[in-house]
């Protein structure tokens, strides 16, 4: 057990409609990152944030976004959704802002498998 | 973007140890390489990560060549629970741009036969 949670494990939905994934961080960290894994393009980083700002961000579609909310929880949603959104999207923390020369680990949670059908 | 080349897959015994290679040929001085495992759909598992010495956690050991070019990741002792895909991941060690993310390659396939 990471100590990142992830809600829901399991998300069934249609396209067009509008998700929301939520992830708390381990006890501590700062950073939260969004990931996605799909069959076809392996695990993608998405977006980072760090302390309630956006750090880094990956290959995100403009039709999702994400934010990271005072007690540092972070909700990634996912709009208009599209067969080919269907994916395992995982979130991991680390304390800092994401410096490896800090060993800035980054810890993964259990993920949400995402299908839209 | 991945700078790492693994194999796809190995095999090993139950109980001995398995040795996974990973060629990081571009690697720059201020790179780490990182090891993760993802067993089935779960989360990938942050395994051992090093600079330029060998490592060694309650998990693995971490042998990275001289000229820092390669590294293998050590479990000494393999069980079933073992199997899983194994990451190399090398990762700059000052903040660049797109120091924070992860960049996943293939990774190798281990099985463990009992």
């Known amino acids: 057990d990471s100590g990142v949670t992830q809600t829901p494990k399991h998300l069934i939905t249609a396209t067009g409609q509008r998700v929301t994934l939520r992830c708390s961080p381990r006890?501590?960290?700062?950073?939260v990152y969004w990931y996605q894994q799909s069959l076809d393009q392996g695990l993608q980083f998405l977006i980072q944030?760090?302390?309630?700002?956006?750090?880094a961000k990956g290959n995100i579609l403009e039709r999702f976004s994400a934010q990271q909310f005072p007690d540092l929880h972070s909700e990634l949603n996912l709009s208009s959704l599209e067969l080919g959104d269907s994916a395992l999207y995982f979130c991991?923390?680390?304390?800092?802002?994401?410096?490896?020369?800090?060993?800035?680990?980054?810890?993964f949670g259990p993920g949400t498998r995402l299908t839209v059908l | 973007d991945a700078k790492t080349t693994q194999p796809p897959s190995m095999d090993c015994a139950e109980g001995r140890a398995a040795n996974l290679p990973c060629n990081h040929s571009?690697?720059?001085?201020?790179?780490?390489v990182y090891w993760y495992r993802q067993i089935h759909s779960q989360g990938p598992q942050y395994i051992i990560h090093?600079?330029?010495n060998n490592e060694t956690n309650e998990m693995a050991s971490l042998i990275i060549t001289e000229d820092r070019k390669s590294s293998t990741l050590i479990l000494p002792h393999a069980t079933l629970r073992d199997t899983a895909v194994y990451y190399c991941?090398?990762?700059?060690?000052?903040?660049?741009?797109?120091?924070?993310?992860?960049?996943f390659g293939q990774g190798t396939r281990l099985t463990i036969n009992p």
């Open positions: 090093g600079l330029k």
């Open positions: 991991a923390s680390s304390p800092h802002e994401g410096i490896a020369g800090r060993s800035d680990t980054q810890y």
């Open positions: 006890s501590g960290d700062l950073s």
């Open positions: 944030y760090y302390n309630g700002e956006e750090r």
């Open positions: 991941i090398v990762r700059p060690r000052v903040e660049v741009q797109g120091a924070q993310k992860l960049v």
């Open positions: 571009t690697i720059s001085g201020n790179e780490y």
